[in-house]
């Protein structure tokens, strides 16, 4: 339960944005580089994955799940009214973590038995935690966030068995890819429209995005339909129908929300490019004979432009800055997308001696060197001394509001 005495601790593990994102983007920073290491030959995992293994699931267990987590720590509270998880429980959260990181790599040493409940303690914690918060604050609707949370700790555990078992993951990876998908379409259908909203309301815009409503429902149904088809049979004629539909559906609903007028502010466009890739990627999956190219779209268009928009407009508004990105953050941003669409439709080409994975792999690495320079020490230091760490700052500018909205529903 959350100390009601005022928090004079570190900064760092005041509130649960801080530890998770400054986490997630110092790993996003270095994984895509030993990746490239790994699959060029030139460095050696000593862990229980393939390298192919690693790369995938470290970026849907390790850095997805660090800002999944951060992502709620920071919500649950505006759900529930309650003060925050901080202090050392959420200190020794982020150590356990980063143990999961380094035992999958080898480091640890420990058999591959041992790095599974290492590895899959993380989630199941996260999943215990968030859950006594929102009982304890008798805010029972939000319970249903137990669930896409608790399926990607299943994932993990199927990945790690089936990894023993044969060597390599499948199901496990495309039921990891299924619930993180699902949701960043839950969760953005929530925020976007939302910050959308208020932003163009500022503006006296006459032209609002669309209420949650049947469209949204139809197409998170026909989502998570078509995911789950996908996972149990990722090549039937079904599977692909269903992914088909689900990517229009989820196409008409992002044009509901009235993205082209976001352009002034690209913080807020961030978050409507980032899910244009989620049908995309959808429609890949259905389309293309192998799925790399709808995995790369998903994972770093989708999930790594999603996840980055959302780090820095959390950790901008809940530190009491002004909700604007910035040329060097709207460039980062910039970078993943290039990233994203590099590593999936050009990745045989070669510039000045750069093939197209090499080329990618090195736009995201300074894609999220400079979100590193710019949000790290925002995440590690104090509001400016303003306010004790534990309170975050009332958000400046336009578009004002960083906290989460209450799903009330879908």
């Not at 570190?10 to 996003?28: D, E, H, Q």
């Not at 839950?186 to 163009?200: A, D, K, Q, Y």
């Not at 949650?212 to 990722?234: E, K, Q, T, Y």
């Not at 770093?300 to 901008?316: D, S």
Request: proline share 7%; net charge positive.
């Amino acid at each position: 339960m959350p100390s009601k005495a005022p928090y004079t601790g570190p900064a760092l593990i005041s509130y649960g944005f801080r530890p998770f994102f400054f986490l997630a983007t110092l790993f996003a920073l270095l994984a895509i580089p030993v990746w490239l290491l790994v699959w060029r030959g030139t460095f050696t995992l000593g862990g229980p994955f393939s390298p192919i293994d690693w790369h995938i699931h470290e970026m849907l267990f390790g850095y997805a799940a660090a800002v999944i987590a951060g992502f709620l720590f920071t919500a649950v509270p505006n759900w529930t009214g309650r003060l925050p998880v901080r202090g050392w429980p959420l200190g020794l959260l982020a150590i356990l973590w980063l143990s999961g990181r380094i035992a999958v790599a080898g480091g640890f040493g420990l058999p591959a038995e041992g790095v599974m409940v290492l590895d899959c303690a993380f989630l199941l914690v996260v999943t215990l935690a968030i859950g006594m918060e929102i009982m304890a604050g008798r805010n029972w609707r939000n319970l249903r966030v137990l669930v896409p949370v608790s399926l990607l700790w299943a994932a993990n555990v199927i990945f790690h068995q089936e990894a023993m078992r044969s060597s390599a993951a499948d199901l496990g990876v495309r039921l990891g890819f299924a619930v993180v998908v699902f949701l960043l379409t839950l969760i953005g259908g929530r925020i976007i429209p939302s910050f959308t909203r208020n932003w163009l309301t500022r503006r006296d815009a006459s032209r609002l995005p669309a209420p949650f409503g049947r469209v949204d429902r139809i197409a998170l149904i026909a989502g998570a339909s078509a995911l789950l088809i996908w996972v149990a049979a990722p090549v039937s004629v079904f599977a692909k129908l269903l992914l088909a539909l689900a990517a229009v559906l989820h196409s008409l609903r992002l044009a509901r929300w009235k993205g082209e007028a976001t352009w002034p502010s690209p913080l807020l466009l961030m978050l409507h490019v980032s899910y244009a890739f989620a049908p995309a990627g959808l429609l890949a999956l259905a389309m293309a004979d192998t799925p790399a190219m709808g995995l790369h779209l998903l994972g770093i268009g989708a999930i790594g432009g999603m996840t980055v928009a959302v780090m820095i407009r959390a950790t901008r508004g809940h530190t009491g800055r002004s909700l604007v990105a910035g040329r060097d953050l709207t460039f980062a941003y910039s970078l993943i997308v290039l990233a994203a669409l590099i590593r999936t439709f050009l990745p045989n080409v070669v510039i000045a001696g750069l093939d197209g994975i090499l080329l990618s792999g090195l736009m995201w690495t300074a894609g999220f060197a400079l979100i590193v320079v710019r949000i790290v020490p925002w995440l590690a230091l104090p509001p400016d001394g303003r306010k004790t760490p534990g309170q975050p700052k009332r958000p400046q500018g336009p578009g004002a509001g960083a906290s989460f909205p209450d799903p009330k529903s879908g």
